[in-house]
C-alpha cells in the first residue's frame, strides 16, 4: 500500500542551523513527491516538486530511490520558515491526481 | 487566475445535526477535485475525489459523504454529525499539472 512517513512531528532549531525535515515512502510505482507547506494563517501551498529539482526559499530535496526517501534540507534555517510542512506522494499513475500526505512536520525555528 | 473558495470557515454544530461544507473552484473547467481531513497527529487524510460531475471515489469508510452537482463545485455532507467528525476540513483541485491548490479551510467542531 502506498504511505508517506514523517517520523517527526516537531522540530525545533535556532535561527542559521541546518535543517532536514524527514519523509519516506512506500509506493511499488514509479514516485512523484511533493513537499507542501502551511505557514500561520495562511493556505496549505506547494513548496516544492522533486522533477523540477529547484531550490525554493533555500530548501532543496533529493529523491533517494533506494533509501526510498525525500528528505527536506536547508543549510541555515530562517525564523520564517517556521511552519508545518508536509511530504506528499502523488498516485498521478492512476489518473485521479491523488495525493497521499503524511503526518506533518511542524518546524519551530527559534530566534 | 484559478480560485478556490470554502465556507462556511468555522462550524459549530450539536451532535446528531446535518452537515453541509462548500467548495467552489472559479477559473477552469473540469478540475479534479479532492476532500481533506487535516486531524492532529494524523496529518492530511484524503476523504474523498471526484473527476467529473456526479463521479465520487470514497477513499475511507465514513459518516460522511460528498456530492458533485455541478462541474466546479463539490460539496461534503453528513445527516448525523459524530464527535469524531470535529476537524479541519480542506477542499482542493488540480488540473492536471501534478500540484493541488488547497482552499483556506472549514473547521468543524461537533459538540
Known amino acids: 500500500a502506498q504511505r508517506v512517513t514523517q517520523p517527526e512531528k516537531l522540530l525545533s532549531v535556532f535561527k542559521g542551523a541546518p535543517v532536514e525535515l524527514k519523509c519516506n515512502y512506500s509506493?511499488?510505482?514509479?514516485?512523484?513527491l511533493f513537499w507542501y507547506v502551511q505557514y500561520s494563517r495562511q493556505r496549505l501551498q506547494l513548496l516544492l516538486r522533486?522533477?523540477s529539482r529547484e531550490s525554493i526559499k533555500g530548501f532543496t530535496a533529493d529523491l533517494n530511490k533506494g533509501e526510498t526517501s525525500f528528505h527536506l534540507k536547508k543549510p541555515f534555517a530562517q525564523e520564517e520558515d517556521s511552519a508545518m510542512y508536509y511530504c506528499?506522494?502523488?498516485?498521478?499513475?492512476?489518473?485521479?491526481?491523488?495525493?497521499?500526505f503524511g503526518q506533518g512536520t511542524t518546524l519551530q525555528v527559534k530566534p | 487566475s484559478q480560485t478556490i473558495h470554502q465556507w462556511p470557515a468555522t462550524l459549530v454544530q450539536p451532535v446528531g445535526s446535518p452537515l453541509s461544507l462548500e467548495c467552489t473552484v472559479e477559473?477552469?473547467?473540469?478540475?479534479?477535485l479532492y476532500w481533506y481531513r487535516q486531524a492532529a497527529g494524523r496529518g492530511l487524510q484524503l476523504l474523498f475525489y471526484?473527476?467529473?460531475?456526479?463521479?465520487i471515489s470514497s477513499e475511507v469508510p465514513q459518516n460522511l459523504s460528498a456530492s458533485r452537482p455541478q462541474d466546479r463545485q463539490f460539496i461534503l455532507s453528513s445527516k448525523k454529525l459524530l464527535l469524531s467528525d470535529s476537524g479541519f476540513y480542506l477542499c482542493?483541485?488540480?488540473?492536471?499539472?501534478?500540484?493541488?491548490?488547497f482552499g483556506e479551510g472549514s473547521r468543524l467542531t461537533v459538540l
Open positions: 477559473g477552469t473547467s473540469n478540475p479534479n
Open positions: 522533486h522533477i
Open positions: 509506493y511499488s510505482g514509479s514516485p512523484e
Open positions: 506528499a506522494l502523488s498516485l498521478f499513475s492512476s489518473n485521479t491526481g491523488k495525493l497521499i
Open positions: 471526484s473527476v467529473g460531475i456526479g463521479q
Open positions: 482542493a483541485w488540480t488540473g492536471g499539472t501534478g500540484e493541488l491548490f
